[in-house]
């Protein structure tokens, strides 16, 4: 089995800054696009920001300028750098996986970590 594990979430005053970490585990397994999410109470899960295995980037339009995704593929970790938060960011923030394991592809989601952002 595959298993992401994220950290680094809480509380911080707008204008702040974060860093979020998500580390994926297992046995012989194979990671393509790595991908951070986030969902606030009463809405839909969202995409912030996606990086794939050869480091192309995407981003939120809401976020671009101020978030940075970057990977460490030797130690199938992803990174999410949030600067200058706004209290719109608060949210919960699940870290997610295309992961190539046992014969096919698959999704994979961390257990999700809140970010809150006070104005």
């Not at 012989?28 to 969902?39: C, D, E, P």
Request: contains cysteine; charged residues 15%.
């Amino acid at each position: 089995q595959v298993q992401l594990v994220e950290s680094g979430g809480g509380l911080v005053q707008a204008g702040g800054s974060l860093r979020l970490s998500c580390a994926a585990s297992g046995n012989s397994f194979k990671i393509n696009t790595m991908a951070w999410f986030r969902q606030a109470p009463g809405k839909q899960r969202d995409l912030v920001a996606s990086c794939t295995s050869g480091d192309i980037t995407h981003y939120a339009d809401s976020v671009k300028g101020r978030f940075t995704i970057s990977r460490d593929n030797a130690k199938n970790t992803v990174y999410l750098q949030m600067n200058s938060l706004k209290p719109e960011d608060t949210a919960v923030y699940y870290c997610h996986a295309f992961v190539f394991f046992e014969g096919h592809y698959g999704n994979y989601w961390g257990q999700g970590t809140q970010v809150t952002v006070s104005s």
